[in-house]
Structures are given as structure tokens and as C-alpha cells.
């Protein structure tokens, strides 16, 4: 059973909360059995302690529905009032990816400018559903598990790497990473434990980072040929920033 606390992702996203490297609008795509637990770590920090009728935590949509255009608006509303209790005030918006258009345009304006007070949290299970207005506003992340990764061989020669390149240039963010996730995962049965760990990093780099898909199927791709020193020698600082 996969456990919360042992992934990569997850574990990058509290210590940049930790460090107060919070982005104003952060969008987190990961399995629903996790939600709460993802909203109480978080809250803990942000606001300094987590309970269900905390004042100034203000959670939208339940574990399996949306929040309707009512909902957004009133979190809109209630969110702009100053803490009561602390510093910060966070709202979460569950089912993030669940939204009809209505509610989720509702948002637009909270998600880009949000009070200086306040930081939002889209929680969903299919980020290649949410709203691509709201994504661009959005830090987001993918948590991936082992349970989720398909079974995927990874290429092994020159022209298994052309296909990969010319298919992955077409393709969603969210199955890079689940097939970064594979290829971790295939690098770990065999042991070889170094390139396992450089492909997790890239799994990082790809979940935070605003590059273009191009872009990144370039780097993965010379990280993964060339191995250890290209990604120590040229992605050192990206994968650190």
C-alpha cells in the first residue's frame, strides 16, 4: 500500500511549504484516499494547526463532489475577510478537476489574485482535467504511485528513444510523469539505484517547473541516455531551484 509520507513529490511540496516557499495558488493531482491528509499537513504549516472547524481553513466541494458555482462564490467572499486566527488563511477547493465550467471560470480571478492573506488549494485525482486557465495559474503537482504506474518497458535503444521523443512531444504532462514514474520504478527492480534516483528528480523537475513539453521530453531524454554526469553537470541548478 503506498504511504503519502514516502513520496518524492509530496516530501518536495511540504519543504517548500516548510521553507515558506508557498505559491499564492498551488494545484495538487493525486489520489483521492489521500485529500485529507494532503489539506491537514498543509494546514498545519500554513495556518499552524489543523482541525475541521478551523476559522480560517475553508474547504469547498466534499470527498466526492465538486463544489456548484455557489460554493466558489461564497469562498471567494469569505476568503477575502482578514485571519481570525491566523496569520494566513487557506482555501481548498476539492474535485478540483470535477468543476463545470461555470464554477471553475467563477475562480479565475481568485486563482491569479488572491487576497495577500490567503493561498488556494486545487485538489483533484485527474490533472488533465482541470481547467487549463486554472492549471496556468496554478503550481502544479502530480503524486504519483507505484500502484497507479503501468507497466511500461523503457527504450533501450536509438530508435526506441526517437519513437519515445516524437510521441511524448504530443502528449499530456500528467503521462510524462506516470511514465517517468514507470521507468523509476524499472530502474529500482534492476538496482540500479543511481539512475533511479536522477529519474525521480526529473519526475520533481517536471511536476514543479513551467517547461514546455518539448522542452522537457529534450532533457529526460539526454538525462536518461547520457546518465549521471549530464544531469549533475547541466541540470544541477534546475533541478535545486
Not at 76 to 89: H, M, Q, S, Y
Not at 109 to 119: G, R, T
Not at 220 to 239: A, S
Amino acid at each position: 500500500m503506498s504511504d503519502l509520507s514516502a513520496n518524492v513529490t509530496w516530501n518536495e511540496i511540504l519543504r517548500e511549504t516548510e521553507e515558506g516557499n508557498i505559491p499564492h495558488c498551488r494545484a495538487v493531482a493525486a489520489p483521492s484516499k489521500f485529500h485529507r491528509e494532503i489539506i491537514k499537513a498543509l494546514a498545519e504549516i500554513i495556518l499552524g494547526s489543523f482541525r475541521e472547524a478551523h476559522p480560517d481553513l475553508l474547504i469547498i466541494g466534499s470527498d466526492d463532489k465538486a463544489p456548484d458555482i455557489s460554493m466558489c462564490r461564497d469562498l471567494i467572499n469569505d476568503i477575502a475577510l482578514k485571519p481570525f486566527e491566523a496569520e494566513k488563511r487557506l482555501g481548498v477547493v476539492m474535485n478540483a478537476d470535477k468543476l463545470l465550467l461555470p464554477a471553475a471560470n467563477s475562480l479565475l480571478k481568485l486563482s491569479e489574485e488572491p487576497p495577500e492573506h490567503a493561498y488556494i488549494l486545487f485538489l483533484m485525482e485527474d490533472g488533465r482535467l482541470l481547467l487549463p486557465t486554472l492549471k496556468s495559474r496554478s503550481r502544479f503537482n502530480v503524486l504519483i504511485f507505484n500502484e497507479q504506474s503501468e507497466s511500461r518497458q523503457m527504450p533501450m535503444n536509438e530508435s526506441e528513444w526517437i519513437e519515445w521523443l516524437e510521441k511524448s512531444r504530443k502528449i499530456d504532462l500528467y503521462e510524462i510523469i506516470k511514465d517517468i514514474e514507470a521507468w523509476a520504478n524499472f530502474e529500482t527492480e534492476g538496482k540500479n539505484f543511481i539512475l533511479a534516483e536522477i529519474i525521480e528528480r526529473l519526475k520533481i523537475i517536471a511536476a514543479k517547473k513551467n517547461l514546455s513539453v518539448p522542452v522537457l521530453c529534450d532533457i529526460i531524454l539526454m538525462t536518461l541516455k547520457e546518465g549521471k554526469n549530464y544531469f549533475e553537470c547541466v541540470l544541477n541548478d534546475l533541478w535545486q531551484a
